[in-house]
C-alpha cells in the first residue's frame, strides 16, 4: 500500500502554456510532484486532463497492482478476461511517462500528451491540486467536471472524513 501523501496538494491556477507546449507549474506544485530523485511522471488522466505524479508514488501504485493482476494470470483467474488484459495493456502502454521539471517548475508536455490534454500552444490551462497528484485540465472540460461533480462535495466530504 502506498504511502500516505507528505502534503495535500490543493489549489487551482489558471496558467498558459508557451509556444513550445511548456508549462509553469506554481513552487509548491513542482516541488510535490517531484521526487528525491527529479523524477516526474505525467499521466492521461480523462480527455482534457493529464496529471502530474512524484515518479517514486507512481511505480508503487503500478507495482502493487500488476502484481496482484500477474496473481491471478498465474492462478488461471484471467483466463475469460483476456481482452479486458490487452485492453490494459493497451492503455498502459501510451497512459504515462517520465518528464524532468525545467528550472524545477517547468513541465514539457509532450506531443502525444498534447493532442489527448486538447489545448493549443499558448492556450490557457487550469492546474489544479488534487491531494496526492497535480492534474492540468482543458479549461472547457474543468469546468464540465466542476459541474458534475460539485453536487456531491458534501457528501463526498463527509463519507471520506467520517
Known amino acids: 500500500m502506498p504511502d500516505a501523501p507528505q502534503t495535500f496538494l490543493t489549489g487551482e491556477y ?3 502554456l508557451d509556444d513550445r507546449f ?3 507549474l506554481p513552487n509548491d ?6 521526487d528525491d530523485a527529479g523524477e516526474t511522471i505525467l499521466a492521461k488522466e480523462r480527455y482534457g486532463c493529464l496529471s502530474l505524479w512524484k515518479s517514486g508514488d507512481w511505480r508503487q501504485r503500478l507495482n502493487d497492482g500488476m502484481s496482484l493482476i500477474r496473481e491471478k494470470i498465474r492462478a488461471g483467474r484471467m483466463e475469460q478476461r483476456w481482452t479486458d488484459v ?3 495493456g493497451r492503455l498502459l502502454s501510451t497512459r504515462a511517462t517520465e518528464v524532468s521539471l525545467a528550472n524545477r517548475a517547468r513541465v ?3 506531443e502525444g500528451f498534447r493532442e489527448f490534454l486538447d489545448v493549443p500552444k499558448g492556450g ?3 492546474v489544479v491540486g488534487a491531494v496526492i497528484c497535480v492534474e ?3 479549461p472547457q472540460a474543468w469546468m464540465d467536471h466542476l459541474k458534475s461533480d460539485m453536487p456531491e462535495f458534501g457528501d463526498l466530504f463527509r463519507q471520506l472524513s467520517s
Open 14 to 16: 489558471r496558467r498558459a
Open 22 to 24: 511548456r508549462l509553469t
Open 29 to 34: 506544485f513542482a516541488t510535490g510532484v517531484t
Open 86 to 88: 490487452q485492453r490494459l
Open 108 to 110: 514539457l508536455i509532450p
Open 124 to 126: 490557457d490551462v487550469v
Open 136 to 138: 492540468i485540465w482543458q
